[in-house]
């Protein structure tokens, strides 16, 4: 983790959903299980925006804005965001904490949609917001 | 056939491992549907609900767990069922409530996921509006002990067999009857003093 305009910075190995495999049990459908692949290392950067750039911290492989998230969790060494309309991401870090990932992400779409008059009663499943009461 | 195979190895092994005592078995319905909640401190308390229930208990288990082979094949096989926590995963209710139809008892870690400090979590609200939906005796279940031994931040010493063993104590509570809650406005109005009589009752427990 370094100091820099983020607030976080860190290495990680970005992974999506490339299946979602089907459990049974006595020929029932008992749910689903998600098959990640990592797919490439980089650092994930957490400022105004969450974002995944590369190795060489130069070229920005993805942003998401926080009202975008429609979840965030932990699981194991990594930190999963579930994005509206694109799936689950996973990010497996490298050296940083991933409770920390967690803290710092929610503390950040607290403040964003405080900033809207709304405040996040629930994360999960889902991020759930409501009007703020005076 | 091979869950009462793994329950009965596990039983050893955890015997030998800590100092595990019962309290309450009685509330445990001998048969037809239940759901057991329980406190969530520590990775081995799915171990332990599960081989000292005394009835063959089916769990809720977070999908990420059958991410290997292995655990894909012997999960199912010892009652455990996936749920995807990122996401409202609408199998796993359905899932959950054909079993309660086939008369099983079903595990929920109504925390979703483990504590940090020891401290309840925010119950989550999907879950108790299964037990809402259910309408089935719901058991709380309180599992003392687990978090001095392997809390989440720490790790656990599976071979670490001692003469002096750590001391696990699970603790059943007395039956909570919501009754039924079939339409989704009664769900709701329910909702907040379901919360609180869940929470109630996994406090007296722990």
């Known amino acids: ?134 | 056939m091979f869950y009462h195979f793994m329950r009965f190895v596990g039983r050893i092994y955890w015997r030998l491992r800590l100092k595990i005592q019962i309290e309450g078995e009685a509330s445990i319905p001998l048969e037809g549907p239940f759901i057991l909640i329980s406190n969530h401190v520590s990775n081995i308390d799915p171990f332990i609900t599960h081989i000292f229930c005394p009835r063959l208990l089916f769990t809720m288990t977070k999908s990420s767990v059958f991410r290997f082979k292995i655990t894909r094949f012997l999960a199912p096989k010892v009652g455990a069922f996936p749920t995807r926590r990122f996401r409202v995963d609408p199998q796993t209710v359905r899932v959950a409530l054909r079993l309660l139809g086939e008369g099983k008892p079903v595990g929920v870690f109504p925390e979703g996921e483990r504590s940090w400090d020891g401290n309840f979590r925010k119950f989550r609200i999907g879950t108790i509006k299964l037990l809402l939906k259910a309408g089935v005796p719901v058991i709380p279940c309180g599992i003392n002990g687990t978090y001095e031994i392997a809390p989440r931040w720490g790790k656990f010493d599976w071979l670490a067999f001692r003469l002096r063993k750590e001391r696990v104590v699970v603790r059943y509570g007395e039956p909570i009857l919501f009754g039924n809650h079939d339409s989704r406005i009664a769900r709701e109005k329910a909702l907040p003093d379901a919360m609180e009589r869940v929470v109630q009752a996994l406090k007296s427990v722990t």
């Open chain 1, 1 to 134: 983790m370094e100091a820099h305009q983020n607030l976080l910075r860190s290495e990680a190995v970005l992974g999506t959903v490339s299946e979602y495999l089907p459990m049974y049990c006595g020929g029932k459908l008992l749910g689903y299980t998600e098959v990640i692949t990592e797919q490439i290392s980089g650092f994930l950067l957490l400022g105004n925006t969450l974002e995944f750039v590369d190795e060489n911290g130069k070229d920005i492989l993805h942003r998401w804005d926080f009202e975008q998230l429609n979840s965030l969790i932990i699981s194991s060494k990594a930190i999963q965001i579930y994005v509206r309309k694109e799936g689950l991401y996973q990010f497996r870090l490298i050296k940083d904490s991933p409770k920390l990932w967690e803290d710092s992400l929610k503390k950040s779409v607290e403040r964003f949609y405080l900033v809207q008059g709304l405040e996040v009663f629930t994360y999960q499943p889902v991020i759930k917001t409501r009007k703020l009461t005076a």
